[in-house]
């Protein structure tokens, strides 16, 4: 599926979606179990590496990830449906309309791939490009394929016929993966203060908006 199609069957899981949000109706152990696994496995080992420009840029995906989060409920609570969707069959908890415990876990350890991969050399050119740019494309199309696939599920839920893989790619995913692999070659003192920027901004709106009911 490379674009929403519109079906009442889409609009019908989108609504059970939306009537999903931070139930506990699903819940189960795994949210325990795999919180634990990301922390012991990937956080920490990165912490006592003291690899701190991959923990910043990491962390910038992750802000990211959940401002766009964040926009897409905001979508969702004015036009009707968010441009993405989680199905509560899918997942032991709805964090937002778009994202799930699971598929949030997975995007806070996302921007470690991302700038582990990443050369030695910030300036270096491959095929002309410079390789933070070259590689945050290529990222951004591997995960733009795999929610193809996600799509076809019923886990996931595009509705509007305009929204799909090709506008993912460029207006989600690259931002993504751009903020991981930039904030990763940022000053330490500018990493700080764009995190914290980042992640101010999500907390205050996350603050405000739930509790006046639009996310």
Known sequence: ?????????AMAA????KAAVRSVDNFDWTFITLLALVIVGVWIPMWKKKKYDAIAGALALYG???FYEIMNAVICHFSGYALWHVSPESTSFILLVGVSWELSLMFSIAG???VELLPEDKNKKILGINNRVLFAIGNAAFFSIFEI???STPAFIWVYKWWGALPVFI?????FFLAANLTYDMKRSTQKKWLACLW???ALLLIVLIPLGII
């Open 112 to 114: 470690f791939m991302s």
């Open 14 to 17: 989108a609504e059970a979606a």
């Open 1 to 9: 599926m490379l674009f929403g199609d519109g079906s009442a069957a």
């Open 149 to 151: 696939f996600l799509a």
């Open 171 to 175: 207006t989600t995913y690259i931002p």
């Open 64 to 66: 990211v990830h959940w």
């Open 200 to 202: 101010g901004l999500d």
